[in-house]
């Protein structure tokens, strides 16, 4: 990224194909926010409680029900659009009054990329190292397969 320039550089997110949403012509990219999601889906251990998500979401500024300059609206972002894509599965928890949502990973971001990649990522952006994760596999033996 080079701001006096104007440049910036879009890369993939650990292997996802998504590249953004078309709102007025333009085409921005969203993909952050999906990662984030699927971060947050990861560190709570395969499937987050809606809350945990909008916790997450209300950090970097993104709130329920309240439209964003880059992403639009994002509950219909979340649950219809990136659902549709098969990203995210977001569903009703049984035998809960009143009724409580979690989300998990769809199947093509099951397809695309892996648990492990997105638990590095998190450490990553948090600067710190795997050996803050005990249960993290390191080295070449990793079957990353084992995380998806």
């Known amino acids: 990224m080079d701001p006096s320039a104007h440049t910036y550089f879009l890369i993939i997110a650990f292997g996802l ?12 990219p969203n993909t952050g926010l999906l990662v984030t999601i699927l971060c947050v889906i990861t560190s709570e251990g395969d499937c987050a409680p809606e809350e945990k998500v909008w916790e997450a979401l209300n950090v970097l500024g993104v709130q329920d029900r ?10 219909e972002l979340i649950t219809k659009v990136w659902m549709q894509e098969q990203y995210l599965v977001y569903c009703q928890v049984p ?6 949502y979690e989300f998990l990973w769809g199947p093509r971001a099951q397809a695309e990329t892996t648990m492990l990649k997105a638990l590095k990522f998190v450490l990553m952006v948090n600067h ?4 803050f994760v005990p ?14």
């Open 135 to 148: 249960s993290l596999p390191e080295g070449p033996e990793c079957n990353e397969n084992y995380y998806a």
């Open 95 to 100: 035998n809960n009054y009143p009724a409580c």
């Open 128 to 131: 710190r190292d795997s050996h």
């Open 17 to 28: 194909t998504y590249d953004g949403m078309v709102s007025n012509g333009h085409k921005y």
């Open 66 to 75: 309240k439209v964003h300059w880059l992403y639009g609206e994002p509950r």
